[in-house]
């Protein structure tokens, strides 16, 4: 574990922030931009990895493990919106025949 940290601080904390902002930020292009229910979720699943490592990064940094425990509920989180987002789709397929985020729109009242 200590050598794992070692290697973390091995790379200037500058270098995970850009690194984090780029995967947020094709995570949000993806979100905004894509309109296959699969890919959106694909995405919002790269912004929470991007969050992750950024505090795995912060914690190495610091010291201390209150950002691992962070990432272990977003972890939990991401799991369980996929299983409902999957579980969602699934639904909306057998209705629809498509995953296009235009065939949810049929959903409003």
């Known amino acids: 574990m200590d050598s794992m940290i ?7 904390l500058n ?17 905004l931009i894509r309109r296959n229910v699969i890919i959106i979720m694909m995405s919002i699943e790269l912004m929470l990895n991007s969050v992750n490592l950024l505090l795995a990064a912060f914690s190495a940094y610091r010291g ?7 990432v272990f509920f977003i ?26 985020i235009e065939s949810l729109s049929k959903l409003r009242w």
């Open 64 to 70: 201390d493990a209150s950002g691992q425990v962070f």
């Open 15 to 31: 270098h995970y922030i850009i690194f984090c902002s780029l995967i947020f930020a094709i995570g949000v292009t993806g979100v």
């Open 75 to 100: 972890m939990a989180l991401a799991a369980a919106e996929v299983a409902v987002g999957l579980a969602i789709i699934i639904m909306v397929y057998r209705n629809t025949k498509s995953v296009d």
């Open 6 to 12: 070692t290697q973390i601080q091995g790379v200037p």
